[in-house]
């Protein structure tokens, strides 16, 4: 089968058609016409939220009533309300320690799954698993894993002689609990990771143990080199995870009725949580939408900071 | 989650024409054996008339209640609350003024409407009061030859006697515990005089009498141990369950209310379970309790709010509101159903409940703009105190701190 353009191009050469001829026009709207849903979709559910929550976020409104121009009011209020400088703690705790560790079980999980042995395609289904468990699901299993009564965390380390902690109650504990249950779902990084794994070039493996390079210098310099790039994507798609993580510590935190709840002192609350708390708890959707603009700031930061760095660590076909 | 707006889009269009029958729909928050009640009342009044055809939905989240009404168009068209939401709801036009649809609202406990008006409007009508008193397990104090507590230092006592710890150092039983996180705290405020708001509602955390009594929870928390008892709460199963640590006898004493009278039948028949007023720190702080109410209300996004007027009235009406409390074990908000309280008599302990709501120490939580968030903060104090990392003073200063902040 050939491939032929359409009369109209073989009659008129692009270069010789004007923007106002009526074919331009006809092939402009064409394309808009092919790209309305995605135009349409991205103006209605992006851009007018976007717009509209930067607007929000220098008035008084509450969902229910007319929006109240405040001007910067409600950032002061923010900078200056320990809540908002607790939740931000919270979440930057489980962003700087969540990230390298989700990263670095993902990556060694994926080498596991890599060896040849028997029922290799079963385990990988296994880690992969949890992944798909809706996420309020696993919190409410999570709940009960935690219990130090009835939980089977706690069941496990009494086997080794260890006394488990009060995960959900104690203040120092909450964190490592929200960690462990986000930890559990990262069957999807380290099957990126596996795929990865695959694409190294075996020949590269071979020239380095004949340059008498043991597992450890391989890693370094063969393995990490070439899953740069993924690892880049990982980190960023992760960080960006973790710092608006909020269904996890939500669920473990929740008390009867669903009533605002932060965990023992606080120590459960993240940003994304204390946001929808302002917005939908307490009707502050002007405060909480100015909260949801230092997120996006701060996380757009963090993201260009890691991409500026990325020069010196990510291997490319340019680099 | 997704079949509560679905069901309310299929059943919300309103009048249907040909029979002149108006179908609404009523959300409501209670769930399990509560909503089986409540839904046969529910078709009792759809066989009782054809006027209006009422579809019950159980969706028992707050706060999907509270989005649901924040749209032009309404998901539904009655639904049930409690009453310190009142104040924060009507301030901000979530619900609709009662007055002029035709109720009677003549026969309520009076102290019962305290929190269903703001503005001079009424906004929500009770349909069950409640009032919290001291819950203890006979048994235990029995074992341990403790004498039930008539001050706050016996009070003390008790919960230290009936505290049980195994070879370890770990709880076994604790002689004090709370139906909720924070509610003990909030409510032994009272018995030192305290007060957790003023006259006109707004937030008093630094009330001599809060310090007191958290000072008071405070020693008693530090001589068990906030530790232990961090991860003793940490093994409570659910609330009104089987593993609820009152329930299996794990807990000695907790302040709850009146529906326990139905629940611990049903989920642990063998218990035996008494009750007594709060003690107070003094003579004329004795027999505080907290009273509360359970609303029904009328958002203002309903288009059919005569048609749910008609089924509130039902819903509070003498025969509907008996049925109703009668079957959650909560108390009638109507006063000619409190004084024959003898078709409440087969409910465990509910004339010790019902009593409490005559005292002159009893008292209604405030339905201000800010209740939402200032209970938040005030929870957030209370962990502070009874983990021991601020003094009383301190954790209520930083809640005082952020009272200025709060919605008005």
Request: charged residues 15%; neutral net charge.
């Amino acid at each position: 089968m050939s491939l032929r353009r359409p009369a109209s191009a073989q009659t008129i050469p692009s270069s010789a058609r004007k923007p106002g001829d009526r074919s331009s026009r006809r092939a402009l709207w064409l394309g808009l016409a092919f790209a309305s849903p995605f135009i349409i979709g991205f103006l209605f559910l992006f851009a007018y939220p976007i717009a509209a929550s930067a607007f929000y976020s220098f008035t008084d409104f509450n969902l229910f009533q007319t929006p109240r121009w405040v001007g910067l009011d409600n950032y002061s209020q923010m900078f200056g309300n320990p809540t908002f400088w607790q939740s931000l703690g919270n979440t930057l705790y489980l962003t700087v320690i969540g990230v390298p560790l989700a990263i670095i079980i993902s990556l060694a999980g994926a080498h596991l799954l890599n060896f040849p042995v028997k029922g290799q395609p079963l385990y990988r289904a296994l880690v992969y698993l949890p992944s798909i468990v809706p996420i309020v699901v696993g919190g409410y299993l999570w709940r009960w894993l935690l219990n130090t009564q009835y939980g089977f965390l706690n069941y496990f380390l009494g086997l080794f002689g260890i006394d488990g902690p009060a995960w959900l109650q104690e203040p120092d504990w909450t964190k490592p609990a929200i960690l462990l249950m986000t930890f559990w779902t990262v069957g999807g990084t380290t099957i990126i990771y596996l795929a990865a794994l695959k694409d190294v070039p075996q020949e590269l493996y071979e020239a380095a143990e004949i340059d008498g390079a043991g597992a450890w210098r391989r890693f370094l310099n063969v393995t990490w080199p070439m899953i740069s790039p993924v690892t880049l994507f990982q980190v960023i798609v992760t960080l960006i995870a973790f710092l608006q993580i909020f269904t996890q510590p939500f669920i473990l935190a929740q008390q009867r009725l669903n009533t605002p709840s932060a965990g023992p002192g606080g120590s459960m609350l993240t940003f994304a949580m204390s946001l929808y708390q302002n917005a939908f708890a307490f009707l502050k959707m002007g405060y909480a939408s100015g909260m949801a603009w230092i997120l996006f700031v701060l996380t757009l930061v963090i993201t260009l900071i890691v991409l500026a760095t990325s020069k010196k660590w990510v291997h490319s076909a340019n680099n | 989650m997704v079949i509560a707006p679905l069901a309310a889009c299929s059943t919300g269009g309103g009048s249907d024409g040909s029979q002149g029958t108006t179908t609404i729909t009523f959300s409501y928050l209670w769930s399990g054996p509560e909503a089986e009640s409540l839904e046969k009342i529910i078709a009792d009044y759809n066989a009782s008339q054809s006027e209006v055809k009422v579809i019950g939905v159980s969706s028992p989240d707050f706060q999907k209640q509270l989005t649901s009404m924040s749209s032009s168009n309404g998901s539904f068209d009655i639904s049930d609350n409690f009453g310190d939401v009142v104040g924060s709801w009507a301030s901000k036009g979530i619900l609709a003024p009662l007055d002029d649809y035709n109720i009677d609202m003549s026969g309520f406990v009076p102290s019962s409407l305290t929190q269903m008006k703001y503005g001079g409007k009424t906004y929500s009508l009770p349909i069950a009061i409640h009032s919290q008193l001291l819950m203890y397990n006979k048994k235990m104090f029995a074992d341990a030859g403790v004498q039930v507590p008539t001050t706050m230092d016996e009070l003390a006592d008790a919960a230290l006697a009936l505290t049980k710890t195994d070879a370890d150092g770990n709880i076994t039983q604790l002689g004090l515990g709370e139906a909720a996180p924070g509610a003990t705290q909030r409510m032994i405020a009272a018995a030192f005089g305290g007060s957790w708001w003023d006259k006109d509602g707004q937030p008093t955390p630094l009330n001599d009498g809060n310090i007191q009594a958290m000072t008071w929870y405070q020693n008693l928390v530090n001589k068990i141990g906030p530790d232990k008892i961090a991860k003793f709460v940490a093994g409570y199963g659910q609330y009104q369950s089987d593993q609820d640590p009152f329930f299996s006898g794990k807990l000695a004493m907790r302040i709850d209310g009146e529906w326990n009278g139905v629940g611990i039948p049903k989920v642990a028949p063998g218990l035996e379970w008494g009750v007594i007023t709060i003690p107070g720190a003094s003579p004329q702080y004795k027999d505080t309790t907290e009273v509360t109410a359970s609303t029904l209300f009328i958002p203002a996004n309903s288009k059919h709010k005569e048609a749910a007027a008609k089924f509130l009235a039902y819903m509070v009406s003498p025969d509907a509101m008996k049925a109703f409390t009668v079957a959650l074990g909560n108390m009638p908000a109507l006063t000619s159903l409190l004084d024959s309280s003898a078709d409440y008599s087969a409910i465990e302990n509910f004339s010790a409940f019902a009593d409490a709501l005559k005292s002159p120490n009893a008292y209604a939580p405030s339905s201000a703009v800010s209740a939402g968030e200032y209970m938040t903060d005030l929870n957030k104090a209370f962990d502070s105190i009874a983990s021991g990392n601020e003094t009383p003073k301190k954790a209520l200063e930083q809640v005082e701190s952020r009272v200025s902040s709060y919605s008005k």
